[in-house]
C-alpha cells in the first residue's frame, strides 16, 4: 500500500484508541496523526502501549478550528481521515443537545471542508485520498419489537454467533431511510449528509460506515456495559431505564477497528456498509448475563448480586430495537466478527475487573487533571 499519511479523529476515546492502536501495531510504514479534544471521554492513558512509537503523533485540537486543522493537513501531507471524535452518549444529548450540534455537525463539516480546500489544491487533487466517517445505526431510527420472545434470524448467522436470535423480522439495511430520534443520532445523521454531500457535490472520496452498539475494553463508564461492570463490583444499584426490554445489537470493539481497516483500504468509494454482529440482546437479559459474569469471576455465589437491579424511569424517547445487516460488509468484503458474545463478554468484564486503576482514574476524573498540565 506505501506511505500514508492519516489523521485518525477521536483516537483518545473508546473507538478511536482501538483504531489508532491497530494502525499503529499493522502499519509501521503509515505515519498516524491521532487528533483529539481530550473532552471527558478523551484519554490518553487508553494508548500508553503505543505512545512512544516512530509512527505515531498525538495533536490535541478541537475538529471545530478550520485554520488549525487546514494547517494540521498541510504540514503532515495528510492523504486519509478516519472520522471517529465525537459527543457519543444520546443521555448527555437530551440534556445537552448544542455540544452534539457543534461538534458532530459542525465539527464534521469544519473537517470536509479543510479537507477539501488542501486536496483540491494538489496537482492530484482527490486521486489516493480518503474521507472516512465513522456513524452509527441510531440513525436509522427504531425497529419495531414483533417477536419478543425472538426468532430465528432471516439470514445466516455468522458460525460463531452464540445468541441466534431476532426481535422481529425488520432490520436496517444500508438503504434504510435516516429517522433519528435523540439529539445525538439526529446530530450523527446531519454529519453523514454532509460527507455524502461532499461526495455529491466536490467529488470528494467518501466512505461512511454505520454500526452498531460497540463494547469491550476502554469504554466510558457512563455507557451500559462498563458502568454497570462498575457498579456490580462495587455492590451499586444498577439502574436499568423502563422494563429493560429495549434491544441492542452488541459488536465487540475490536471487531469494529478490524471492518474500519478492511473498509479504509477496500471500501467502495461513495459507499455505505452497515457494521454489526448479529447480536442482538434485551438490555435486561445483557444485565443478568453482566451479573453472573462478574459474580463468577469475583468468587461470588452465582446469581448473588441480581437483586442489585433497580428499574428507573425510561430515557426520553427510548428507541425499542436496533439490528443490524450487515451482509454486504461480509459478502463484498469477507469480513466476519471474530469472537463470540460469550467470549467477548468474558474478556471485556476480565478487563475491567484486571483495570480497576483506569476505572478508578476515569470516574475520579484524574486523568483530565493530568493531561491538562501536558496539552495546553
Ligand atoms: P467516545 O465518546 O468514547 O470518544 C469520543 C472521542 O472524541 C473522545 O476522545 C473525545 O475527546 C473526542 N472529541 C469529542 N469532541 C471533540 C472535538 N470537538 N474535537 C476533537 N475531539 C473531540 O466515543 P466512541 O464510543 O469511541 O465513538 C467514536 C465514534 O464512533 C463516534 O463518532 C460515534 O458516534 C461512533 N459510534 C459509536 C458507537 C458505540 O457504541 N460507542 C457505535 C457506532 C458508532
Ligand atoms: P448506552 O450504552 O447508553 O448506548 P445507546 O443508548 O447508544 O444504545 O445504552 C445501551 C442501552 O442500555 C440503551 O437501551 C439504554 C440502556 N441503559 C440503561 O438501561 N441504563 C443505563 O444506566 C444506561 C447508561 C443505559
Known amino acids: 500500500m506505501g506511505k500514508r499519511n492519516i489523521v485518525i479523529t477521536g483516537g483518545a476515546g473508546f473507538i478511536g484508541s482501538h483504531v489508532v492502536r491497530l494502525f499503529v501495531n ?10 483529539d479534544k481530550l473532552t471527558y471521554a478523551g484519554n490518553l492513558s487508553n494508548l500508553s502501549d503505543i505512545e ?3 509512527n505515531y503523533t498525538f495533536v490535541k485540537m478541537d475538529i471545530c478550528d478550520f ?7 498541510q504540514r503532515e501531507k495528510v492523504d486519509g481521515i478516519i472520522h471517529l471524535a465525537a459527543e457519543s452518549h444520546v443521555d448527555r444529548s437530551i440534556k445537552d443537545p448544542f455540544t452534539f450540534a457543534r461538534t458532530n455537525v459542525m465539527g464534521t463539516l ?9 486536496w483540491e489544491s494538489l496537482p492530484g487533487k482527490y486521486k489516493g485520498k480518503r474521507f472516512y466517517h465513522i456513524s452509527t445505526d441510531e440513525v436509522y431510527g427504531a425497529l419495531e419489537v414483533t417477536h419478543p420472545d425472538g426468532i430465528e434470524p432471516p439470514f ?3 458460525a460463531n454467533a452464540p445468541h441466534h436470535k431476532a426481535y422481529g423480522e425488520d432490520f436496517f439495511h444500508e438503504t434504510t431511510n435516516y429517522n433519528p430520534h435523540s439529539p445525538y443520532s439526529a446530530s450523527k445523521a446531519s454529519s453523514d449528509h454532509f460527507v455524502r454531500a461532499f461526495h455529491d457535490t466536490y467529488g470528494m472520496p467518501t466512505i461512511v460506515t454505520n454500526c452498531s452498539n460497540n463494547y469491550g475494553p476502554y469504554q466510558f463508564p457512563e455507557k451500559l456495559i462498563p458502568l454497570f461492570i462498575n457498579n456490580i463490583r462495587h455492590r451499586q444499584p444498577l439502574p436499568v431505564y423502563g422494563k429493560g426490554e429495549n434491544i441492542r445489537d ?3 470493539v475490536e471487531d469494529h477497528a478490524r471492518a474500519i481497516d478492511l473498509i479504509f483500504h477496500r471500501g467502495a468509494i461513495a459507499g455505505t456498509y452497515n457494521i ?3 447480536n442482538e440482546w434485551k438490555n435486561i437479559d445483557l444485565v443478568k448475563v453482566l451479573i453472573r459474569t462478574v459474580d463468577r469471576l469475583l468468587g461470588r455465589p452465582e446469581g448473588a448480586d441480581l437483586d442489585l437491579i433497580t428499574h428507573v424511569p425510561d430515557r426520553p424517547g427510548h428507541d425499542a430495537r436496533y439490528a443490524i445487516d450487515s451482509s454486504k460488509l461480509r459478502k463484498e468484503l469477507g469480513w466476519e466478527p471474530s469472537l463470540s458474545f460469550e467470549d467477548g463478554i468474558e474478556k471485556t468484564v476480565r478487563w475491567y475487573l484486571e483495570n480497576e486503576a483506569w476505572m478508578d482514574n476515569v470516574t475520579s476524573g ?3 487533571a493530568y493531561y491538562k498540565n501536558m496539552y495546553r
Open 26 to 35: 499493522k502499519y509501521p510504514e503509515y505515519r498516524i496523526v491521532n487528533l
Open 52 to 54: 512512544n512509537r516512530p
Open 67 to 73: 485554520d488549525a486543522f487546514l494547517q494540521l493537513m
Open 110 to 118: 469544519s473537517l470536509l471542508q479543510a479537507a477539501k480546500l488542501y
Open 156 to 158: 445466516a448467522a455468522p
Open 250 to 252: 452488541w459488536l465487540f
Open 276 to 278: 454489526g454482529g448479529f
Open 366 to 368: 484524574d486523568y483530565q
